[in-house]
Each structure stands twice: as C-alpha cells, then as structure tokens.
C-alpha cells in the first residue's frame, strides 16, 4: 500500500526556522511531482510549493524567498525548508505527490499525507 508520511512540524518563534520531510513508501514504481500544502484553520488547504521529477519548482508568493521545496528521488523524500516563519505560516502543512504504483498504470494517482503541525508563537 503507498503511502506519504510527514515529520518535522513543531512549535517555533516568529522568524524561526523548521525542516518538514515527507517519505513515500510502499509499492512505488515511479513518482512525478511532489508537493505541500497547507491548511489553516477556517481556510481553505492552499499550494505552498510544488517539484516536479526534473526539480523545477513553484512557489505560493507568500513564501517565496522564505521556503526552499527540495527532493531526494532515490530515498522517494520531499523537504520542505521553512525559514523566516511568521504568525501567518500557522497551519497544518500536508504532503502530496502524484505516483504510479505499477507501471503499468495508465497515469499517476494523486496521494496525500495526514498532515503536520507547524504553530509559529512567541
């Protein structure tokens, strides 16, 4: 069974920094883009960045400058790395990623992980 696991989250100080990871496991024959994505309570989940399987990348304006996405294709990882945090990054942050279980698949399906804490207080 595929599936996308977070860790990183946490408590942290405005202008503090966090490092999420997202590991995809399970019967996997091939992954295109990986992503996250946020949701903050009352708001609707929102793009926070995208990588695709070349390592271009996308940014939501709100955090370009401040978050770098990147990806580790042989461990099936995507990071997040999060710096200069604000009140406003608040937010249950959740990983996604379109995969091909087998490759015979006709076009990847879209999974999503369960999601992890990032609360920025002082």
């Known amino acids: 069974q595929v599936q996308l696991v977070e860790s990183g989250g946490g408590l942290v100080q405005p202008g503090g920094s966090l490092r999420l990871s997202c590991v995809a496991s399970g019967s996997i024959a091939s992954i295109s883009s990986m992503g996250w994505y946020r949701q903050a309570p009352g708001k609707q989940r929102e793009l926070v960045a995208v990588?695709?399987?070349?390592?271009?990348?996308n940014y939501a304006d709100s955090v370009k400058g401040r978050f770098t996405i990147s990806r580790d294709s042989s461990k099936n990882t995507v990071n997040l790395h999060m710096n200069s945090l604000k009140f406003e990054d608040t937010a249950v942050y959740y990983c996604?990623?379109?995969?091909?279980?087998?490759?015979?698949?006709?076009?990847?399906?879209?999974?999503w992980g369960q999601g992890t804490q990032v609360t920025v207080s002082s």
């Open positions: 990588i695709s399987s070349g390592g271009s990348t």
């Open positions: 996604n990623a379109f995969m091909k279980p087998r490759t015979y698949d006709p076009r990847p399906s879209l999974y």
